[in-house]
Nanobody, 127 residues
Framework: DVQLQASGGGTVQAGGSMRLSCAAS????????IGWYRQAPGKDQEPVSC????????YYSTSVKGRFTISRDSAQKTVYLEMNALKPEDTAVYYC????????????????????WGQGTLVTVSS
């Protein structure tokens, strides 16, 4: 079975750093493109950052560009999201997401279909 296991959330003060991890397993086509999406209370879900199946393409939303870095360790089948200079507006539940049928990313470097979701990990940034 396809599984995405997200971890690393918690509470941090504004300006601090945090690293999220997403361990992927069960993808029969190999390592898929992975995206991190987040949903803040009362707001729509939004893409944060994505990385292609081979790690060469990345995407960052305007709000996190320059502060967040996405990477992947293919040997560990894990994608990381390093978050620096965190702001209170980064507070949200973060989900890692993948496409179970197509491993290559769309033109933006993100999964084409968001049909596999991790359980979500809460990131709280206090001011």
């Amino acid at each position: 079975d396809v599984q995405l296991q997200a971890s690393g959330g918690g509470t941090v003060q504004a300006g601090g750093s945090m690293r999220l991890s997403c361990a992927a397993s069960g993808f029969t086509l190999g390592d898929p493109a992975i995206g991190w999406y987040r949903q803040a209370p009362g707001k729509d879900q939004e893409p944060v950052s994505c990385i292609g199946d081979d790690g060469t393409s990345t995407y960052y939303s305007t709000s996190v560009k320059g502060r967040f870095t996405i990477s992947r360790d293919s040997a560990q089948k894990t994608v990381y999201l390093e978050m620096n200079a965190l702001k209170p507006e980064d507070t949200a539940v973060y989900y890692c997401v993948a496409d179970t049928a197509v491993k290559t990313p769309n033109r933006n470097g993100c999964p084409r279909v968001l049909d596999a979701w991790g359980q979500g990990t809460l990131v709280t940034v206090s001011s």
